[in-house]
């Protein structure tokens, strides 16, 4: 099927969604809470479009709008620009430093926001990929509490939780690096818990918690007893790749 967004025909597989379809056809739609690997959040709305069928038009996600039928899109009439700088504006009045963020005020002209008041160091867009992240993982050790202007991501009570593993994954989808992260020697901080790291057995970097480890090893079903870190991964493969082609 085929569907007009900008007045650019692009062909889509039925369902697809509306922001995969302009990305792969190299059309711009702005986004800050979408990631590819957990889609579906739809929480910053920053990527709304201005869909025409029948000669009426609607205002829809794109991240989680499916395409069922032939339709003419827009992605930048007045409408949803306007839609966007105020979005924006609410956005940076939470998240008044936030790269990603200026520069979309800059590239929709939004005015600069009267900054009184506002927590300068907050970095959180409460996109809540974090917490999606944390349940795919399988451990639930963080979520969103209270309401209103003081709604925040954290494990219960802010108390270090039993579940989580350190595994950072919910760092390492925060489009915003709003989650305190980091690494000393052989020690991980993260959520107000320290963790224990252990070693590449190939190049002895620190790179795995040892309750991530056993955890991995919980859901396998066995112990590995080689324990290599990505890198060391990828290097085993291809040693062992040119070794097979040298044999050849
Ligand atoms: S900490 Fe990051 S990933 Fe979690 S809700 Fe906030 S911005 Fe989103
Ligand atoms: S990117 Fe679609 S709602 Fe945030």
Redesign the pocket.
């Known amino acids: 099927m085929d569907i007009k967004i900008d007045n650019k025909i692009c062909k889509v597989e039925y369902g697809e969604y509306l922001l995969q379809v302009a990305r792969r056809n190299n059309i711009y739609i702005p986004t800050l809470?979408h990631s590819d690997a957990l889609p579906g959040q739809a929480s910053c709305r920053i990527c709304i479009v201005e869909v025409i069928e029948n000669d009426s038009s609607k205002v829809v996600t794109s991240c989680v709008y499916p395409i069922t039928k032939e339709i003419e899109v827009i992605t930048n009439s007045e409408k949803i620009n306007n839609m966007r700088r105020t979005l924006l504006m609410l956005l940076s009045m939470r998240v008044p430093n936030h790269e990603a963020l200026s520069r979309l005020m800059v590239k929709y002209s939004v005015p600069a926001i009267n900054r009184f008041g506002i927590d300068m160091n907050e970095?959180?867009?409460?996109?809540?990929?974090?917490?999606k992240?944390c349940e795919e993982v399988g451990q639930y050790a963080i979520s969103?509490v209270n309401r209103g202007i003081t709604k925040k991501?954290s494990t219960p009570y802010q108390e270090p939780s039993v579940s989580c593993i350190g595994c950072g994954a919910?760092a390492s989808?925060?489009?915003?690096?709003?989650?305190d992260i980091f690494e000393k020697e052989s020690k991980r901080f993260i959520w107000n818990k320290t963790f224990e790291l252990m070693q590449c057995t190939r190049c002895e970097e620190y790179f795995i918690t040892k309750e991530q480890l056993d955890y991995m090893n919980e859901r396998l079903g066995y112990e590995t007893e080689v324990l290599l870190c990505e890198k060391c991964k990828k290097n085993v493969v291809s040693e062992s790749f040119k070794n097979i082609v040298q044999n050849l």
């Open positions: 809470c970095k959180c867009i409460l996109c809540g990929l974090c917490v992240a969103t991501v919910c989808v925060c489009p915003t690096g709003a989650i």
